[in-house]
């Protein structure tokens, strides 16, 4: 295992001044998918591939690749490393941004010390992963892995009535390859953990081996609006009473269960909403999640069946809109392996672990064997100004990244 290492200084400026694009007048970063501040990100990011050497290449969907190949591994198929630049709304510097300078910096380092791949390396930064203007996230890496038509995707109308298809031309990134036209060898994506067990665990490295399934579902409860004061609690038909017994089942059946698996009611509203009036309808959101698919199929029908019971108790009516579904994803155990004998070789404390959210890496897992690495996120907060990650920590991540590179790109 080689123990060059990165340059941190240029990753670490990089991190800083691609963080710096996409601020407004109270200094809040913002960069959605297609938007003008998101041209200035990848315009920024263009030049840095150029100005290393890299062969660009944007695909239709607008994903951006800057390729490293030489004539004697042009016909080899490429390892690819990155993630994406886009972020959510009041956003932090590092979410998606990081595994993509990274990645870049991994390529200029071995370019530096006159590594000779066998195969080719390629920076990918995958458009719209954040989903915060165009449902769903993920959509660029989706596209490429070959879930979604690129019609489709182009077609994808935004929460301001744009369409994806139309902004990507406006901000000159609608490309001309067509997606998945790189095949990867493989994808490793690095990544800020945006949870709390790496800090909680002193640990700085997450050798994520699997990725969280996702059920995503619209509940409403129908009841019977009636005066707060005057009607009896037993003879009530209470929407809200209803939706409230819907979280507490969940919460309690999980911690029964003794399962990883989580349960949100992330959004929910009444009618007519009102302080004096019992609720005749509540609609709310619940996001499941865990990492087994048989568990996450029998915690989505545990949920079931206690809608079509808690009809008869509270004298509702429940019906229920499928909003998103997404399988768990286990990354390939040998890249795995990789991380975690890098992180030793390092002296770094490593761990296995979970992903909870979703990443591009998913996508990429579907068309070729993929990881990720995680590095602490102070507090566990992410999508904030706020997050943070030691620059320690994300220079040992990136050095990681590094001597995975090196094994799996090979040396001749």
Not at 327 to 353: N, T
Request: aromatic share 4%.
């Amino acid at each position: 295992m080689s123990h060059q290492s990165i340059n941190a200084e240029r990753l670490l400026t990089r991190i800083r001044e691609l963080g710096a694009i996409g601020r407004n007048d109270q200094g809040q970063l913002t960069r959605l998918a297609a938007s003008d501040t998101d041209k200035l990100g990848r315009d920024r990011l263009v030049a840095w591939l150029r100005a290393a050497g890299l062969e660009i290449a944007v695909d239709r969907i607008g994903n951006i690749f800057g390729v490293w190949q030489s004539q004697d591994n042009a016909g080899q198929s490429p390892l690819m490393l990155g993630s994406h630049i886009d972020t959510v709304i009041n956003a932090g510097i590092y979410d998606g941004s990081y595994g993509v300078l990274a990645a870049l910096e991994v390529i200029e380092t071995l370019k530096e010390q006159g590594f000779a791949p066998v195969r080719p390396i390629v920076v990918a930064a995958f458009t719209n992963e954040e989903g915060v203007r165009y449902a769903p996230d993920m959509l660029g890496s989706l596209v490429h892995g070959g879930g979604l038509a690129v019609e489709a995707a182009l077609a994808t109308v935004g929460t301001d009535g744009t369409t994806l298809g139309s902004e990507l031309a406006c901000i000159g990134y609608a490309g001309t390859a067509e997606p998945g036209f790189l095949k990867p060898h493989a994808y490793v994506e690095l990544h800020i953990e945006q949870g709390p067990v790496l800090e909680r665990e002193a640990t700085t490295i997450g050798a994520v081996e699997n990725l969280q399934g996702i059920s995503w579902q619209r509940v409403t409860i129908d009841g019977v609006a009636n005066h707060a004061g005057t009607t009896p609690m037993a003879m009530r038909s209470d929407a809200g009473l209803a939706a409230a017994r819907v979280g507490l089942f969940l919460r309690e059946h999980i911690a029964r269960s003794n399962a990883p698996s989580v349960a949100t009611i992330g959004t929910m509203r009444f009618e007519p909403d009102a302080i004096n009036v019992i609720p005749s309808r509540a609609v709310f959101t619940i996001d499941l999640r865990d990492p087994d698919e048989d568990r996450l199929r029998a915690l989505e029908s545990a949920l079931s069946g206690f809608l079509d019971r808690l009809e008869q108790e509270e004298h509702v009516i429940v019906s229920v809109e499928r909003l998103a579904r997404f399988e768990p994803v286990s990354f390939d155990g040998a890249i795995v392996a990789a991380i975690e004998v890098s992180a030793k070789a390092r002296g770094l404390k490593s761990r296995r672990m979970t992903s909870g959210a979703g990443h591009d890496a998913q996508m990429i897992g579907r068309i070729a064997p993929a990881a990720m690495i995680f590095v602490p996120s102070r507090d566990g907060i992410s999508h904030n100004p706020r997050e943070h990650t030691d620059p320690a920590d994300l220079v040992a991540g990136a050095n990681v990244l590094l001597d995975v590179a090196v094994r799996l790109a090979g040396s001749p």
